[in-house]
């Protein structure tokens, strides 16, 4: 079998900048497109192929700017169009591509079609909203139309006086949702949020929420789970819903197709079982590329009371959530995603290895190995690369900016008033759980606001109080740091691409609780990855039939490798 054919948004890297975070050019304290720009080579020298920007769009930023008022504007403090579309052509002038976040499973309350939409029932864009009568109890009070819950919390229902009715919003209530029934509304969101982009040369797009545009629209009431809650989730009855093929289908025939057959598409999908993902992502529906599965995301976090909370976990359910993405393209044609990292889940090493400060370097890069051997289109996320961890034991709710974590908060402060263990608890879960966590600013250096904005700017975001160890400038200067890991695995990937990126998955030592092994293949090249997720030694099986074959090790986290696997020691093997 001759090798695969290439495909730029298969094989190529992807990196996630969340503009707020990155790097602030001009001395306001919050990142922009500007600051973007001079790191360009910074990161083609990692080894990226693909920036994936999260919005810049003009918004409220009610929800950081996934609640868009106008698709076809930045949000000033970002920049200017202008500087959009040098940043579109710096990435491209480099030989790299640019994909952007596509959010159109709702918009801003401050959309002009919203704001038209809720002054009547009877105007052009009075459809484009999925707007309900309220229901009304015995004692004639007002009710919202079923009992669906936000995912920031409270009902998914907001009143609107001038309509009488409701209008639906599954996020914040500043985030109402689109109504996909409209085609007209599809027609439009098509043409501001898509083309307008494709036409300026974007390589594609990352798909928010894309199995949510679809609900029941008969709006039932959501299964109750929790008899005391007044609300309650309802992806029953949102998720992947009845018509979500079809909208997927009409974006790539009557759309994409028209800007060629390499539109990236890799879509957010929550909460969605195998076969569900391959009627999204199988070559053959022309729908997604890819998504990004959240299976390891669930291993360490559930949801409860509304909250999010860590769970305990073992290393075998981290195995078979890696193995659900990674057998996902065998003996079917379909593509997936390997990550760990984006804007809103917590850091990686914090959650899956260990932030001891014996053993972090080390286990960071050993996430490294695995990131970097598994096959799909790899995402990294900013900082990741250089082992930012989640926020410390000091922070404090001042220190929060996000609405998820905010309103969950003020709903437990509300709960447990008076209760000083219990907030303390809470206060606890929230900094290992936040989304903020992952939205500390980079740390570029060691000086002042460790080099995202200047000395006496107040970044908008408490910056990382480990920022002096942890940083760019630092890691480049040392050939032990976790980046210089993470380019060396980058490197690797490339030069073995048919096994890495393409090859087969198995793993052989499914119950060990401390071990991960697994072998990749492609044809008769194998490579074997060991990872010791444990801080004691543990023995390297090797995979009987290897005995006779010879093993070159490829890369390894420690100066010399032993018989047996030092604490939280990766190491990748070729087998010849
Ligand atoms: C997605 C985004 C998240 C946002 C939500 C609503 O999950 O990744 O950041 O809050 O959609 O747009
Ligand atoms: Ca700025």
Known sequence: MPSPPPAWWKDGVCYQIWPSSYKDSNSDGLGDIPGILPTLNYLRDLGIDIIWLSPTYASPQADMGYDISDFEAIYPPFGTMADMDMLISEVHRRGMRIILDLVINHTSDQHVWFKESRKSRDNKYSDFYMWQPPKYAPDGTRRPPNNWRSSFGGSAWEYVLERDQYYLHLFAKEQPDLNWENPVARKAIYETAIEYWLKKGVDGFRVDVANLYSKDVSFPDAKILEPDAETQFPFEHC?????????????????????????????????????????????????????????????????????????????????????????????????????????????????????????????????????????????????????????????????????????????????????????????????????????????????????????????????????????????????????????????????????????????YNMEDPNVFSYVKSFEDTKILVALNFSSEEQDLEIPPSFKERTMELLVANVDQVQDKLSAWEARAYLVR
């Open 239 to 507: 998720l992947n819903g009845p018509r979500i093929h079809e909208f997927l289908k009409e974006i790539r025939r009557d759309v994409l197709d028209k800007y060629g057959e390499d539109v990236m598409m890799v879509g957010e999908c929550w909460m969605t079982e195998r076969d569900e993902v391959i009627r999204y992502v199988s070559k053959g529906e022309k729908e997604l590329n890819m998504i990004f599965d959240f299976a390891m995301a669930s291993v360490v976090m559930e949801f409860e009371d509304g909250a999010p909370k860590t769970r305990e976990w073992k290393l075998p359910e981290l195995k078979a959530a890696v193995a659900k993405a990674q057998l996902l393209t065998q003996d079917t044609e379909a593509w997936t995603t390997v990550f760990a990292e984006n804007h809103d889940v917590p850091r990686s090493l914090s959650r899956y290895a260990t932030t001891d400060p014996k053993w972090k370097v080390k286990a960071g890069k050993l996430l490294a190995v695995m990131l970097a051997t598994l096959t799909g289109t790899l995402f990294l996320y900013q900082g990741q690369e250089i082992g930012m961890v989640n926020v410390p034991d000091s922070w404090t709710v001042e220190d929060f900016r996000d609405i998820a974590s905010l309103n969950s908060w003020k709903a437990t402060a509300e709960r447990y008033a008076g209760d000083e263990e219990k907030l303390c608890k809470a206060l606890q879960m929230l900094r290992m759980t936040s989304r903020d966590n992952a939205r500390t600013p980079v740390q570029w250096d060691d000086g002042p606001n460790a080099g995202f904005c200047p000395q006496g700017v107040k970044p908008w975001i408490r910056v990382h109080d480990n920022y002096k160890e942890v940083n760019v400038a630092a890691a480049q200067k040392d050939p032990d740091s976790i980046l210089a890991t993470w380019k060396q695995m980058l490197r690797l990937r490339k030069q073995y691409r048919d096994v890495l990126v393409y090859g087969s998955f198995e793993i």
